[in-house]
């Protein structure tokens, strides 16, 4: 089995009346059928943009298959997502999707996310959460997303329950159900934030509680808060999201950031973005040239968001997970090409996908996105706790 | 090994003059030898009601056979209690265990908790304890009931120390006394919440400290918070003590939440309490109708108090675990049998002891039982770091 | 193989001129060739004090063998420590180790530390780091170390992230470098608390951290709050530090915290510290009379400093491991020959190197030193945050 590789760059094109289906856009660039893409683990991509002032978005769901580097796009669903009307406040009672949120209401976190900053760089700090307590329910350990949430609420003058041993409640041996825990706990505390290794557990809880939900990762599905500082850091590093070009580099088939954060930027106008991901096929006759790929995507793009390969997914194929690795690594070359206003983001935590000698660059934005997080949160705690 | 099962209907009687020394009483509806009880495996139960007014009660304990099916009662202990005059506030120094308690003393923890009730329903809450540091010292992980204190805690303005992996101050490996421990964490907190594997830890703990101690369980001795979070929810569910009946279900041998409930209901005036276990004994011509029978109680009863099977007591035997399991059932069949104004309760987590469907019926208390236990810990800490 | 034991005195002359390279003092009682030190294992020791007024101080650095019972002095490093004008206040950016103090500095923390003492005494406390937030970044569980720092900051009124798995961070499988972590955690905090299993890993995270970094113990490193806690502790109990006489007991060979406290002790003037300590060694014809050593120096010191016999450092032979934990003892024995004035102190957890039966005697000095712990860290969050 020898590594190649490819990219694909998908248009979005926005449009005021959204398409009440969905098409896998291919680039020319391509230039296969759609069986290779099915051997060969291509990334495929597929978009829409919502117009503004839909008021019912029609929104999209990926499935994954069972291998490592296939995201397919098909059977997508179409569901309403919470509506805007101009005059009135959004209504956010929890966070469990990427997709219950459309450019409005993101436009109006990020304003929030924009106050969060300056309340966190004046001492002491804001005290508009006093008297609430937020449960981190972490059934699988995430040092650093429960740090960030902490820190969020602490900053706000909240308190915290912290729990990363969440599983003890459901454990084999005791056998109690999601929902009797989250009965429970909702009886402790003003807001559950949850991680989970189950695809759908945030909405079950959501579904029985009657205190706010943030989902902070369930498993292969979804990790919106993640999503939503991806969004809010391209905002303020370009300066804009409309007609922005992003490189989406790395392990993207086992991405749910990555997945996450393209339903979102697909959110906006002529958003371009570019896939460059090694590709572990067994095919002959078909290289792909890597370097030269990253290095001509790195220098048109905005912004170049490198992802870290995730060795768990190769199993014993130790030697394909060593040559994806080493496949597409962001170093002072990348750079040398970059654009002057264009960055590297990185979700964290980063092995050598970025060279150490990318961090003194300050084109190098990913500690910035990791403190956006920060932020984000705060803004999410605000208004799920206190409203608009 | 066959499994059959019975149930005890034990009377308790009030006197105003408590005897010196208790016997086991034993319904007619058992109509069995003593040696019978023996071998059987049955539960059987020793009480007395305490007069209001009596200085010194007389407390009883009961001894655990290693059986893991029997609770017998014999060689009784005399103790002196912390007594109450008229006038004189109560001095509330430890939690350490159901016996501590009369009627007079539960009287007015549970008016306090009650107080509770309506700060923790007011934003922005109590400030009462602020300034105060609550240590929770588990040396084996509950995450449950320590979030449950520890909500309590903060819920007051209070602050808290966790640590869930207490083990590691006294591990084989280092060897530190729990008593050095106590004198250390005691340095550094107003006042210790403490879980441990050992029965009588808790005791030895507040011997030493000069803060107060509060047993969030000690291995198969005590749990005392549950019992008056269990007794407080009778009272705010069924109006009152006095009189009442009280059906205990399930996994009775192992329970010292069982043991500490009906400890503390003989407390009171004419309390007839029901114990329906399943019954693991190998004799024959033996055969108890379990469904029937637990109809029957719960047809009577002003409580139906369920508890868990508790699989690890049954070791290598998972047959009679799993026969025991199924014997006693709260569902729909039951709650049509049982009274408009009865409750069932259940100290969680549960398995299938209690049907999914059973939540929606207003009469299903578990959940609101467990928040009272949030009640009740506020009490307790007020109680104890700022009197009465 | 047979257990012998050593004991040396250094006496620490204090000059004005301090010596730009470093011998080892060898008192005449050991009497031996350097040869035979290192073929025993004795523990050697080497000191200087330092002038108060010397802008720059020279700094030892010990070098320890693979060997567990070998202390040896050799390539001494000279380096500068901070600088102290007088009528300038110091400027305390982080605590990484012992040797960045001279006995202005500590002076000036024991005051602060006196203040602390005041501060915890009385109710309500102070908020003097209110709106402040420690982070505490374990990568070793040390529950006594990290409930210390964290009551310190509650007691200011400041507030705690905590986590005792930091290793997730830097896990072989996701491989995150401490700087990656250090960047990101500061993000969310303003003070970090670091434990590490690296020798060094502190000094590297202050490197890069743009916070204040605290070492709580980094592996066979630092542990420089714990010394400072022993000489604050010293002075508290004895009332001075000049002219001290100090004995170190137990398990010096492996003591960070025995080499730190010398360290720092030796600061002071025409102090004298005697080691004491089970020598394991296979030497014919050479045997220690050792009950009567410690009785002598006991009897002459101002303080005995016990230490724990390190089990996990002998490997499979238990055998000398529970020779060596039985030659010194501090017990009532101990006690009687023992000044009127003189203190018993341990860093603790302790197992039977000191007797229940010493707790009891005035001179038992070790939980009031835990209890000190609270005020010099205390101190050092206060004068790292908010400045002197």
Same mark, same amino acid.
């Given at each position: 089995m020898a590594i190649s590789s490819s990219f694909f760059a998908c248009s979005l094109q926005g449009s005021m009346a959204a398409p009440k289906t969905l098409n896998c856009y291919k680039e020319?660039?391509?230039?296969?059928s759609n069986l290779f893409f099915k051997q060969s683990g291509c990334i495929e991509s597929m978009y829409q943009s919502h117009s503004r002032?839909?008021?019912h978005s029609v929104l999209s769901k990926w499935e994954q298959t069972d291998q490592f580097d296939r995201i397919q796009c098909h059977s997508l669903e179409v569901e309403t997502a919470p509506s805007f009307s101009i005059g009135k406040k959004f209504q956010l009672d929890d966070v469990i999707?990427?997709?219950?949120?459309n450019r409005d209401i993101l436009g109006a976190i990020f304003e929030v996310a924009n106050d969060m900053e300056k309340i966190e760089n004046?001492?002491?700090?804001?005290?508009?959460?006093?008297g609430y307590l937020m449960a981190t329910?972490?059934?699988?350990?995430?040092t650093r997303t429960r740090l960030s949430f902490e820190s969020a609420m602490k900053r706000l003058g909240g308190e915290v329950l912290t729990t990363e041993n969440a599983r003890e409640f459901s454990s084999?041996?005791?056998?109690?159900?999601l929902e009797d825990t989250i009965r429970t706990v909702e009886g402790y505390s003003d807001i559950i934030v949850m991680r989970h290794f189950e695809s759908g557990a945030a909405r079950r809880a959501a579904a029985i509680a009657g205190i706010p939900i943030i989902n902070a990762g369930d498993g292969p599905g979804q990790h919106p808060t993640q999503a939503l500082l991806d969004v809010y850091t391209i905002e303020r590093e370009v300066?804009?999201?409309?007609g922005i070009k992003v490189a989406l580099v790395?392990? =993207?088939?086992?991405g749910r950031t990555v997945r996450s954060l393209a339903y979102l930027l *697909?959110?906006?106008?002529?958003v371009r973005i570019y896939f460059v991901a090694p590709d572990v096929v067994k095919m002959k006759g078909v290289e792909w040239e890597e370097s030269s790929d990253l290095m001509e995507v790195a220098s048109e793009c905005d912004v170049v968001y490198q992802t870290r390969?995730?060795?768990?997914?190769?199993g014993e194929r130790l030697d394909l997970y060593e040559e994806a690795r080493g496949k597409y690594i962001v170093d002072q070359a990348v750079l040398d090409v970059m654009q002057k206003h264009a960055v590297v983001m990185h979700p964290?935590?980063? =092995?050598?996908?970025?060279?150490?000698?990318?961090?003194?660059?300050?084109?190098? *934005?990913y500690f910035r996105q990791a403190k956006n997080g920060l932020y984000i949160r705060m803004a999410l705690l605000k208004l799920l706790l206190l409203g608009w």
């Amino acid at each position: 089995m020898a590594i190649s590789s490819s990219f694909f760059a998908c248009s979005l094109q926005g449009s005021m009346a959204a398409p009440k289906t969905l098409n896998c856009y291919k680039e020319l660039l391509c230039n296969r059928s759609n069986l290779f893409f099915k051997q060969s683990g291509c990334i495929e991509s597929m978009y829409q943009s919502h117009s503004r002032l839909l008021p019912h978005s029609v929104l999209s769901k990926w499935e994954q298959t069972d291998q490592f580097d296939r995201i397919q796009c098909h059977s997508l669903e179409v569901e309403t997502a919470p509506s805007f009307s101009i005059g009135k406040k959004f209504q956010l009672d929890d966070v469990i999707e990427a997709q219950q949120f459309n450019r409005d209401i993101l436009g109006a976190i990020f304003e929030v996310a924009n106050d969060m900053e300056k309340i966190e760089n004046n001492y002491p700090g804001s005290q508009i959460l006093k008297g609430y307590l937020m449960a981190t329910l972490f059934y699988e350990p995430s040092t650093r997303t429960r740090l960030s949430f902490e820190s969020a609420m602490k900053r706000l003058g909240g308190e915290v329950l912290t729990t990363e041993n969440a599983r003890e409640f459901s454990s084999a041996a005791k056998g109690e159900t999601l929902e009797d825990t989250i009965r429970t706990v909702e009886g402790y505390s003003d807001i559950i934030v949850m991680r989970h290794f189950e695809s759908g557990a945030a909405r079950r809880a959501a579904a029985i509680a009657g205190i706010p939900i943030i989902n902070a990762g369930d498993g292969p599905g979804q990790h919106p808060t993640q999503a939503l500082l991806d969004v809010y850091t391209i905002e303020r590093e370009v300066g804009k999201l409309d007609g922005i070009k992003v490189a989406l580099v790395g392990d =993207l088939a086992n991405g749910r950031t990555v997945r996450s954060l393209a339903y979102l930027l *697909a959110k906006y106008q002529d958003v371009r973005i570019y896939f460059v991901a090694p590709d572990v096929v067994k095919m002959k006759g078909v290289e792909w040239e890597e370097s030269s790929d990253l290095m001509e995507v790195a220098s048109e793009c905005d912004v170049v968001y490198q992802t870290r390969i995730q060795k768990e997914r190769f199993g014993e194929r130790l030697d394909l997970y060593e040559e994806a690795r080493g496949k597409y690594i962001v170093d002072q070359a990348v750079l040398d090409v970059m654009q002057k206003h264009a960055v590297v983001m990185h979700p964290l935590p980063r =092995l050598d996908e970025i060279t150490v000698e990318v961090d003194r660059d300050p084109r190098a *934005a990913y500690f910035r996105q990791a403190k956006n997080g920060l932020y984000i949160r705060m803004a999410l705690l605000k208004l799920l706790l206190l409203g608009w």
